[in-house]
C-alpha cells in the first residue's frame, strides 16, 4: 500500500511540474513573437535602405550598393543580432517543449506502475 501513496505523491509532483512548465507556454510564445516581428521589421528596412543606396558599416566594413544578387544575404548578415534572438526564442520554446514531452513520458510510466500494482 505505501507504494501506492509514493507513486501517487510522485505522479501529483510530476503533473505539478508539467503545470508550471505549461505557465512558460505563452510567454514564451509572445516573445517568439516580438523577435520575430523586430527581426522581420529591420530585415526589411535594411534592404530597402540597400536598395536605394544607403551606406553601411559591419564590423569596420562599410557597405553601400551591393550587387543585386548578394543583397539580402548582406541585409540578414546586418540584422544578424535580431536574427540570433529570434533563433534563441525559438531553441528555448523547443526545449521547453521537449521538457514538457520527457514529463509527460514520465508521468505516464508512473501512472502504468501505479496500475500494475494495484
Avoid at 530585415?43 to 553601400?64: H, R, S
Avoid at 540570433?84 to 531553441?91: H, I
Avoid at 526545449?95 to 514531452?101: C, F, N, Q, V, Y
Amino acid at each position: 500500500m505505501s507504494e501506492i501513496i509514493r507513486i501517487s505523491q510522485q505522479i501529483d509532483e510530476k503533473s505539478n511540474e508539467l503545470g508550471q512548465y505549461a505557465k512558460r507556454i505563452k510567454p514564451l510564445i509572445d516573445d517568439i513573437a516580438t523577435v520575430e516581428e523586430e527581426f522581420e521589421k529591420k530585415y526589411a528596412k535594411t534592404l530597402i535602405q540597400l536598395k536605394n543606396g544607403v551606406e553601411f558599416e559591419l564590423d569596420g566594413i562599410k557597405i553601400k550598393d551591393p550587387p543585386a544578387a548578394s543583397v539580402k544575404e548582406i541585409a540578414r548578415g546586418i540584422c544578424f543580432k535580431e536574427k540570433v534572438a529570434m533563433d534563441k526564442a525559438e531553441l528555448l520554446f523547443r526545449g521547453l517543449m521537449k521538457t514538457i514531452d520527457i514529463l509527460t513520458t514520465q508521468m505516464d510510466g508512473l501512472r502504468s506502475k501505479n496500475k500494475y500494482i494495484e
